[in-house]
T-cell receptor, first 114, second 117 residues
């Protein structure tokens, strides 16, 4: 199946620092999604990207859809303690007919030291 | 908008019993819902895709008789873990896809922590 390579696996940063993480794929995606998962909770959608080159912001978060359609990155500016969690990239792939499933990266665990 | 409610959030049961988990889309209709399983410090693993009014499609290696899925309406899907055993203990998460115009976005429930004693 489709695989997404997400890096880094984990990050330890100081409050106020900026953070960057990315996902790459060997296949082309038409959509890139970024989710955040807090401990013991389900993933929450942060940003959805639909066009190559698209740059979209959501507050302090900015994500870009790579020109090659095989990568995406997520930036968090001026991190705060509540940014702690696991960030997942995800992309839909056609599993047959009109059925689409999401494939996920392995996640980036973010720890923010106050 | 796009709220998915999952219930219960936590369940503890004895080995051999069955457990039902509900997933509801509260403010949209979902023709397709998904059930995932997540092990500690790992990504989400898709178990099955559930389409309203039809049989669920299970991923390779997932026992359909063990994990019964029913998608009776456009806002409700249920997962029943039958004859649960300790190895079924895990975090189960559902998601729902509204369809166009949000395309392939899935919205997730808060998850259910299942502990089988």
């Amino acid at each position: 199946g489709q695989q997404l390579n997400q890096s880094p696996q984990s990050m330890f940063i100081q409050e106020g620092e900026d953070v960057s993480m990315n996902c790459t794929s060997s296949s082309i995606f038409n959509t890139w999604l970024w989710y955040k998962q807090d401990p013991g909770e389900g993933p929450v959608l942060l940003i959805a990207l639909y066009k190559a080159g698209e740059l979209t912001s959501n507050g302090r978060l900015t994500a870009q859809f790579g020109i090659t359609r095989k990568d995406s990155f997520l930036n968090i500016s001026a991190s705060i303690p509540s940014d702690v969690g696991i960030y997942f990239c995800a992309g839909p792939f056609n599993s047959g007919g009109s059925n689409y499933k999401l494939t996920f990266g392995k996640g980036t665990l973010l720890t923010v030291n106050p | 908008g796009a709220v998915v409610s999952q219930h219960p959030s936590r369940v503890i049961c004895k080995s051999g019993t069955s457990v039902k988990i509900e997933c509801r889309s509260l403010d949209f209709q979902a023709t397709t819902m998904f059930w995932y399983r997540q092990f500690p410090k790992q990504s989400l693993m898709l178990m099955a895709t559930s389409n309203e009014g039809s049989k669920a499609t299970y991923e390779q290696g997932v026992e359909k008789d063990k994990f019964l899925i029913n998608h009776a309406s456009l806002t409700l899907s249920t997962l029943t873990v039958t004859s649960a055993h300790p190895e079924d203990s895990s975090f189960y998460i559902c998601s729902a896809r509204p369809g166009l115009p949000t395309k392939n976005i899935q919205y997730f429930g808060a998850g259910t922590r299942l502990s089988v004693l």
